[in-house]
């Protein structure tokens, strides 16, 4: 079996439009060969139109579509190649298993041995085995998913495009199928733009996180940069809990920002961009102290709840200037005199909080 | 179990209206098929081995199989416009669609005998054109009826196919397309097989519908294209025979009622296959 030769994507500058409405709006983008990258933002947000623009079943407003630096915008998907697994799978109802992943290779004049072969080897491969008989309608969704997968793959594409390819299965499933596709991923070596609207799948799979909110790509890095160094608000929230300290005299010498939160002064390193009039801080950062630390950045706050998740117990505080402060605490480190209502301190590291 | 008690209170009218109005006058008929004019399964043996009354259900079959093929054909076309065309041709296909539903039966078929007869447009302007010499014997014949109940029919296979197509999801026509596939290859190997269902659909209530037909065949075929429905009707008013019209009647009954428990079947829903 040739390895498949895995693509670089380059989108530059993509503008979609619905009539009067602006779907995707200067999207820049690059995919590296055999990058693993997912299209992350909520509902509605443009990841959907951006990989059918990608897949180039909808042509851009404005803008290019690059393949390994040759201009692809005006080629229609067929004469791409790209494997895409659609949302809702997108089988052939009518077709078994087999059919279904034989047909992209029936499209592509495969010899009938060779076909036979490589949909033996690709239900193989994706954990069908004994299946290949069925009818879809037969099949659980994980299983179904694992379908599209084989005959999305079948034609060793340079460039797999997923779109939302978890989003019906319940959680344990979900977990599973990641996996899965990691592996996929690894075995394969191809290039995979992977849609996801959630935040904790798009952090565990991707080399690369792209946030997209309003047509708007928000930013685009790695899972612990987009994570750690948000590039904006939208980008700190979207990607899990964070408490937002609204903060007075804020200013940058030398890359740290100086500022007072009610009073109390607090440092952070900070970029380029400067110290702004909200620091956040994520909640898994702060550090839980009963008395007033001896230095760094601590700020008073009193318990208003606790909620009990297991492995970690979150504490929900208030200063008391009535700003919201979220932080999470190991519940075998949690003591015993927080409560409702007790006064405790919460400190963080410098470089743990960032301007917004 | 006062769902049912109350559904039958308000459904009681209509269930007693349908007793008084077909019920009742078709146990009639049963009671005449086995006591007119001796009691006995006398008429049933007779319409079953009259040659010119198999005659007639054969023709009736052959016409019907022929008019379900053409409407479900000509139907499946119809759906294609109105369901994937654009603004336009939709516009104009539903207007084709139900506008005849507002033209009688009868209007339709005397429309069909002034195009189709001797001096009709069709025979006078292939004679100007001086492509025949003699008038195409295009009505009073099998042709006729089977022309004017094809039009008749059409409308009525469009809906179940047409919702069959709606039902399809674009996006596996997306992935066909992304494969590579050309449209002929996804009309043929993708589009037409999911739509089957529908093709079938319509093809049985075509068919259960076209077997009763009366005034289209009547009037078209001219007395010598005679359907089932037609020959019920001569052995009742013109030569009263109303044990043997009561028999073919109850025998019509059976077929259309096999037709029907097919329909349902196929029409129900988590039973499909
Ligand atoms: N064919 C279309 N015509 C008009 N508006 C569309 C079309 N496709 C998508 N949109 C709009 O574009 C926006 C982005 O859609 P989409 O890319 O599907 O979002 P996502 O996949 O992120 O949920 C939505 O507001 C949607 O309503
Ligand atoms: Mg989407």
Redo the contacts with the bound molecule.
């Keep these: 079996m040739p390895t498949p030769q895995a693509a670089e994507l380059t989108a530059r500058s993509i503008r979609?439009e619905?009539?009067e409405?602006v779907?995707?709006d200067d999207v820049s983008l690059t995919i590296g060969r055999g990058a693993f990258v997912t299209?992350l933002?909520?509902?509605?947000?443009?990841?959907?139109?951006?990989?059918?623009v990608l897949a180039g079943f909808?042509p851009p407003t404005a803008g290019e579509v690059h393949q390994d630096g040759r201009d692809i915008t005006a080629l229609p998907p067929e004469a791409r190649g790209f494997g895409m697994v659609f949302?809702g799978y997108a089988l052939f109802p009518h077709m078994t298993v087999a059919e279904n992943i034989a047909f992209p290779l029936k499209v592509s004049r495969r010899s009938g041995a060779e076909i036979r072969r490589r949909v033996a080897e690709m239900i193989e491969m994706v954990g069908l085995s004994g299946h290949g008989h069925k009818r879809p309608a037969a099949l659980s969704g994980g299983q179904q998913q694992r379908v599209a997968l084989a005959r999305a793959l079948a034609c060793e594409p340079a460039v797999l495009l997923l779109?939302?390819p978890f989003s019906a299965l319940d959680k344990n499933l979900r977990g599973q199928m990641q996996d899965e596709v990691r592996r996929l991923h690894r075995e394969i070596g191809t290039t995979f733009v992977f849609?996801t609207?959630d935040q904790s799948e798009a952090l565990a799979l991707s080399s690369t996180v792209a946030i997209?909110d309003h047509?708007r790509l928000q930013q685009a890095g790695g899972p612990q940069e987009v994570y750690e160094r948000p590039a904006n608000r939208f980008v700190a929230e979207f990607l899990g809990d964070i408490n937002i300290l609204p903060i007075s005299g804020a200013e940058a010498q030398g890359g740290v920002g100086h500022g007072r939160f009610e009073g109390r002064a607090i440092r952070a390193s900070c970029g380029a961009a400067g110290a702004t009039a909200a620091l956040a801080v994520r909640p898994e950062h702060m550090r839980l102290e009963l008395g007033e630390p001896a230095g760094g950045n601590a700020i008073p706050l009193s318990v208003t709840d606790l909620t009990y998740m297991g492995a970690e117990t979150r504490l929900h505080l208030v200063s008391g200037g009535g700003t919201p402060v979220i932080l999470s605490v190991p519940t075998a480190a949690m003591p015993a005199a927080v409560t409702p209502g007790a006064a405790v301190w919460a400190a963080w590291a410098e470089d743990r909080g960032f301007f917004l | 179990m006062r769902q049912i008690t109350r559904s039958l209170v308000l459904l009681g009218p209509l269930l007693i209206l349908l007793a008084l109005a077909y019920i009742l006058p078709f146990l009639g008929i049963l009671r005449w098929s086995v006591t007119l004019p001796e009691p006995g399964l006398g008429q049933y043996r007779a319409a079953l081995s009259d040659p010119l009354i198999l005659s007639v259900f054969w023709r009736t079959l052959r016409i019907c199989a022929v008019v379900t093929v053409l409407s479900v054909s000509a139907g499946y076309a119809v759906a294609l416009l109105w369901v994937w065309g654009g603004p336009v041709a939709r516009l104009l296909t539903e207007l084709c669609i139900f506008i005849p539903f507002w033209i009688s039966v009868l209007t339709r078929a005397f429309g069909w005998l002034s195009i189709l007869s001797n001096r009709g447009l069709v025979n006078s302007w292939l004679e100007g054109a001086g492509l025949i010499a003699e008038p195409l014997a295009l009505v009073r014949n099998e042709f006729g009826v089977i022309v004017g109940m094809t039009h008749f029919l059409i409308p009525f296979a469009v809906f179940p196919i047409a919702s069959a197509m709606r039902s399809v999801d674009e996006r596996v026509l997306m992935a066909a397309r992304g494969m590579g596939a050309g449209r002929a290859r996804i009309f043929w190997q993708v589009f037409l097989p999911m739509t089957l269902p529908g093709v079938l659909g319509a093809a049985l209530l075509v068919f259960v519908f076209s077997i009763g037909f009366f005034v289209t065949p009547a009037i078209l075929g001219g007395g010598r294209s005679v359907m089932v429905a037609e020959l019920i009707y001569l052995r009742i008013f013109q030569s009263p025979d109303w044990g043997l019209a009561a028999a073919v009647s109850v025998i019509l009954m059976i077929a259309i009622a096999g037709f029907l428990a097919l329909l349902l079947r196929k029409m129900t829903p988590g039973d499909a296959r």
């Design positions: 979609k619905f009539g409405f779907a995707l299209l933002g909520p509902s509605g947000s443009g990841k959907t139109t951006f990989l059918m909808l949302q779109d939302e849609v609207h997209f047509g």
